[in-house]
Antibody, heavy 122, light 111 residues
Framework: EVQLVESGGGWVQPGGSLRLSCAAS????????MSWVRQAPGKGLEWVSV???????YYADSVKGRFTISRDNSKNTLYLQMNSLTAEDTALYYC????????????????WGQGTMVIVSS | QSALTQPPSASGSPGQSVTISCTGT?????????VSWYQHHPGKAPKLLIY???KRPSGVPDRFSGSKSGNTASLTVSGLQADDEADYYC???????????FGGGTKLTVL
Protein backbone atom coordinates (compact mmCIF):
# COMPACT_ATOMS: atom_id res chain seq x y z
CA GLU A 1 0.00 0.00 0.00
CA VAL A 2 1.23 3.46 -0.89
CA GLN A 3 1.29 5.60 2.22
CA LEU A 4 3.10 8.26 4.20
CA VAL A 5 3.36 8.33 7.99
CA GLU A 6 4.61 11.43 9.75
CA SER A 7 6.14 11.50 13.22
CA GLY A 8 8.27 13.71 15.42
CA GLY A 9 5.80 16.41 16.31
CA GLY A 10 5.24 17.60 19.84
CA TRP A 11 5.54 20.51 22.18
CA VAL A 12 8.65 22.69 22.09
CA GLN A 13 9.59 26.01 23.64
CA PRO A 14 10.20 29.08 21.46
CA GLY A 15 13.72 28.98 20.06
CA GLY A 16 13.80 25.20 20.19
CA SER A 17 14.20 22.59 17.48
CA LEU A 18 12.33 19.55 16.21
CA ARG A 19 12.91 17.07 13.41
CA LEU A 20 9.87 15.71 11.65
CA SER A 21 10.01 12.39 9.82
CA CYS A 22 7.83 11.07 7.03
CA ALA A 23 8.19 7.34 6.38
CA ALA A 24 7.10 6.22 2.94
CA SER A 25 5.93 2.79 1.87
CA UNK A 26 4.88 1.47 -1.51
CA UNK A 27 7.05 3.89 -3.50
CA UNK A 28 10.55 5.40 -3.50
CA UNK A 29 10.97 8.85 -1.98
CA UNK A 30 14.13 9.66 -3.90
CA UNK A 31 12.50 9.28 -7.33
CA UNK A 32 9.62 11.61 -6.51
CA UNK A 33 9.27 15.25 -5.59
CA MET A 34 8.11 15.56 -2.00
CA SER A 35 6.76 18.39 0.08
CA TRP A 36 5.91 19.53 3.57
CA VAL A 37 2.69 21.47 4.04
CA ARG A 38 1.35 22.91 7.28
CA GLN A 39 -1.97 24.09 8.63
CA ALA A 40 -2.03 26.40 11.62
CA PRO A 41 -5.06 26.12 13.92
CA GLY A 42 -8.06 27.69 12.23
CA LYS A 43 -6.03 28.61 9.15
CA GLY A 44 -5.57 27.30 5.63
CA LEU A 45 -2.89 25.17 4.05
CA GLU A 46 0.59 26.59 3.52
CA TRP A 47 3.45 25.16 1.48
CA VAL A 48 6.55 24.89 3.68
CA SER A 49 9.19 23.19 1.55
CA VAL A 50 9.73 20.93 -1.44
CA UNK A 51 12.56 18.64 -2.53
CA UNK A 52 12.88 17.38 -6.08
CA UNK A 53 14.32 14.05 -7.17
CA UNK A 54 17.50 15.79 -8.30
CA UNK A 55 17.98 17.25 -4.84
CA UNK A 56 16.88 20.84 -5.41
CA UNK A 57 15.10 22.32 -2.43
CA TYR A 58 12.83 25.33 -1.95
CA TYR A 59 11.35 26.97 1.11
CA ALA A 60 8.62 29.38 2.07
CA ASP A 61 10.00 32.79 2.98
CA SER A 62 8.59 32.32 6.49
CA VAL A 63 10.88 29.35 7.18
CA LYS A 64 13.89 30.06 4.97
CA GLY A 65 17.11 29.79 6.94
CA ARG A 66 15.43 27.97 9.82
CA PHE A 67 14.01 24.79 8.25
CA THR A 68 15.82 22.16 6.21
CA ILE A 69 14.18 19.47 4.10
CA SER A 70 16.12 16.29 3.42
CA ARG A 71 15.68 12.60 2.71
CA ASP A 72 17.38 9.35 3.64
CA ASN A 73 17.23 7.03 0.66
CA SER A 74 18.23 3.99 2.71
CA LYS A 75 15.29 4.54 5.04
CA ASN A 76 12.93 5.82 2.32
CA THR A 77 12.13 8.70 4.65
CA LEU A 78 11.64 12.44 4.25
CA TYR A 79 12.66 14.84 7.01
CA LEU A 80 12.07 18.41 8.06
CA GLN A 81 14.57 19.87 10.49
CA MET A 82 13.03 22.87 12.20
CA ASN A 83 15.19 25.28 14.19
CA SER A 84 14.55 28.59 15.94
CA LEU A 85 10.90 27.76 16.28
CA THR A 86 8.36 30.47 17.07
CA ALA A 87 4.68 30.41 18.03
CA GLU A 88 3.86 31.11 14.37
CA ASP A 89 5.22 27.65 13.50
CA THR A 90 2.51 25.96 15.56
CA ALA A 91 0.63 23.82 13.06
CA LEU A 92 -0.28 20.38 11.81
CA TYR A 93 2.50 19.36 9.43
CA TYR A 94 1.75 17.10 6.48
CA CYS A 95 4.15 15.44 4.08
CA UNK A 96 2.98 14.79 0.53
CA UNK A 97 4.17 12.98 -2.61
CA UNK A 98 4.36 14.69 -5.96
CA UNK A 99 2.07 13.42 -8.68
CA UNK A 100 3.17 12.62 -12.21
CA UNK A 101 -0.11 12.90 -14.06
CA UNK A 102 0.05 11.02 -17.36
CA UNK A 103 3.72 10.51 -16.64
CA UNK A 104 4.46 14.23 -16.57
CA UNK A 105 5.25 16.69 -13.78
CA UNK A 106 2.04 18.22 -12.52
CA UNK A 107 3.06 20.36 -9.52
CA UNK A 108 0.31 18.49 -7.64
CA UNK A 109 0.51 16.07 -4.73
CA UNK A 110 -1.50 12.87 -4.61
CA UNK A 111 -0.48 11.02 -1.46
CA TRP A 112 -0.65 12.78 1.90
CA GLY A 113 0.04 11.62 5.42
CA GLN A 114 -2.27 12.19 8.37
CA GLY A 115 -0.02 14.90 9.76
CA THR A 116 1.98 15.48 12.94
CA MET A 117 1.21 18.35 15.29
CA VAL A 118 3.85 20.86 16.35
CA ILE A 119 3.10 23.19 19.25
CA VAL A 120 5.52 25.99 20.04
CA SER A 121 4.76 27.55 23.39
CA SER A 122 6.40 28.55 26.62
CA GLN B 1 4.03 35.06 -2.67
CA SER B 2 0.52 36.19 -1.77
CA ALA B 3 -2.18 33.62 -1.27
CA LEU B 4 -4.62 33.02 -4.07
CA THR B 5 -8.10 34.45 -3.45
CA GLN B 6 -10.98 32.06 -2.82
CA PRO B 7 -14.43 32.83 -1.41
CA PRO B 8 -14.49 31.77 2.25
CA SER B 9 -17.72 29.84 1.84
CA ALA B 10 -20.02 28.26 -0.74
CA SER B 11 -23.14 26.19 -0.46
CA GLY B 12 -25.65 24.19 -2.42
CA SER B 13 -28.39 21.63 -2.02
CA PRO B 14 -27.93 17.93 -2.79
CA GLY B 15 -27.95 17.36 -6.53
CA GLN B 16 -27.11 20.96 -7.38
CA SER B 17 -23.86 22.31 -8.78
CA VAL B 18 -21.53 24.80 -7.15
CA THR B 19 -18.50 26.60 -8.54
CA ILE B 20 -15.58 27.82 -6.45
CA SER B 21 -13.26 30.46 -7.88
CA CYS B 22 -9.55 30.93 -7.30
CA THR B 23 -8.02 34.23 -8.38
CA GLY B 24 -4.33 34.85 -8.70
CA THR B 25 -2.07 36.85 -10.96
CA UNK B 26 -0.14 36.44 -14.19
CA UNK B 27 2.78 35.22 -12.04
CA UNK B 28 0.90 32.16 -10.88
CA UNK B 29 -2.58 31.08 -12.04
CA UNK B 30 -2.51 33.09 -15.25
CA UNK B 31 1.05 32.22 -16.16
CA UNK B 32 1.03 28.43 -15.94
CA UNK B 33 -1.29 25.48 -16.46
CA UNK B 34 -0.33 24.06 -13.09
CA VAL B 35 -3.44 24.69 -11.02
CA SER B 36 -4.57 21.93 -8.69
CA TRP B 37 -7.50 21.52 -6.33
CA TYR B 38 -7.68 19.64 -3.03
CA GLN B 39 -10.56 18.49 -0.87
CA HIS B 40 -9.87 18.52 2.85
CA HIS B 41 -12.12 17.00 5.44
CA PRO B 42 -10.96 18.28 8.85
CA GLY B 43 -8.77 15.77 10.61
CA LYS B 44 -8.07 13.82 7.43
CA ALA B 45 -5.40 13.97 4.77
CA PRO B 46 -6.09 16.36 1.88
CA LYS B 47 -7.21 14.67 -1.34
CA LEU B 48 -6.10 15.69 -4.83
CA LEU B 49 -9.16 16.34 -7.02
CA ILE B 50 -7.82 18.22 -10.04
CA TYR B 51 -4.33 18.78 -11.47
CA UNK B 52 -3.06 20.73 -14.47
CA UNK B 53 -6.17 22.95 -14.37
CA UNK B 54 -8.70 20.39 -15.54
CA LYS B 55 -7.36 16.84 -15.27
CA ARG B 56 -8.65 14.29 -12.77
CA PRO B 57 -6.51 11.62 -11.15
CA SER B 58 -7.92 8.12 -11.47
CA GLY B 59 -10.61 7.45 -8.91
CA VAL B 60 -11.90 11.04 -8.72
CA PRO B 61 -15.52 11.20 -9.90
CA ASP B 62 -16.28 13.25 -12.99
CA ARG B 63 -18.63 15.31 -10.82
CA PHE B 64 -15.51 17.34 -10.09
CA SER B 65 -14.23 19.51 -12.94
CA GLY B 66 -11.75 22.34 -13.27
CA SER B 67 -11.19 25.21 -15.66
CA LYS B 68 -9.25 28.45 -16.01
CA SER B 69 -9.77 31.81 -17.63
CA GLY B 70 -7.03 34.39 -17.38
CA ASN B 71 -5.90 34.71 -13.78
CA THR B 72 -8.92 32.87 -12.35
CA ALA B 73 -9.31 29.13 -11.99
CA SER B 74 -12.55 27.41 -11.03
CA LEU B 75 -13.66 24.14 -9.51
CA THR B 76 -17.18 22.93 -10.22
CA VAL B 77 -18.80 20.24 -8.12
CA SER B 78 -21.87 18.79 -9.81
CA GLY B 79 -24.52 16.57 -8.30
CA LEU B 80 -23.68 17.69 -4.77
CA GLN B 81 -23.58 14.94 -2.16
CA ALA B 82 -23.47 15.18 1.61
CA ASP B 83 -19.89 13.89 1.66
CA ASP B 84 -18.79 16.80 -0.53
CA GLU B 85 -19.07 19.02 2.53
CA ALA B 86 -15.43 19.91 3.18
CA ASP B 87 -12.81 22.60 2.71
CA TYR B 88 -11.50 23.09 -0.82
CA TYR B 89 -8.13 24.60 -1.66
CA CYS B 90 -6.64 25.65 -4.96
CA UNK B 91 -2.92 25.73 -5.52
CA UNK B 92 -0.80 27.11 -8.32
CA UNK B 93 2.78 26.89 -9.51
CA UNK B 94 4.46 30.26 -9.08
CA UNK B 95 7.71 30.00 -11.00
CA UNK B 96 10.84 27.90 -10.88
CA UNK B 97 12.36 29.70 -7.91
CA UNK B 98 9.25 29.69 -5.77
CA UNK B 99 7.11 27.27 -3.88
CA UNK B 100 3.55 26.92 -5.05
CA UNK B 101 0.88 29.08 -3.50
CA PHE B 102 -2.42 27.98 -1.96
CA GLY B 103 -5.72 29.76 -1.91
CA GLY B 104 -7.19 30.62 1.46
CA GLY B 105 -9.68 27.78 1.22
CA THR B 106 -13.44 27.59 0.70
CA LYS B 107 -15.76 25.83 3.11
CA LEU B 108 -18.43 24.04 1.09
CA THR B 109 -21.69 23.39 2.88
CA VAL B 110 -24.26 20.97 1.50
CA LEU B 111 -27.61 22.28 2.67
Amino acid sequence: EVQLVESGGGWVQPGGSLRLSCAASGFTVSTNYMSWVRQAPGKGLEWVSVIYSGGSTYYADSVKGRFTISRDNSKNTLYLQMNSLTAEDTALYYCARGYYGSGSYSDAFDIWGQGTMVIVSS
Amino acid sequence: QSALTQPPSASGSPGQSVTISCTGTSSDVGGYNYVSWYQHHPGKAPKLLIYAVSKRPSGVPDRFSGSKSGNTASLTVSGLQADDEADYYCSSYAGSTNLGVFGGGTKLTVL
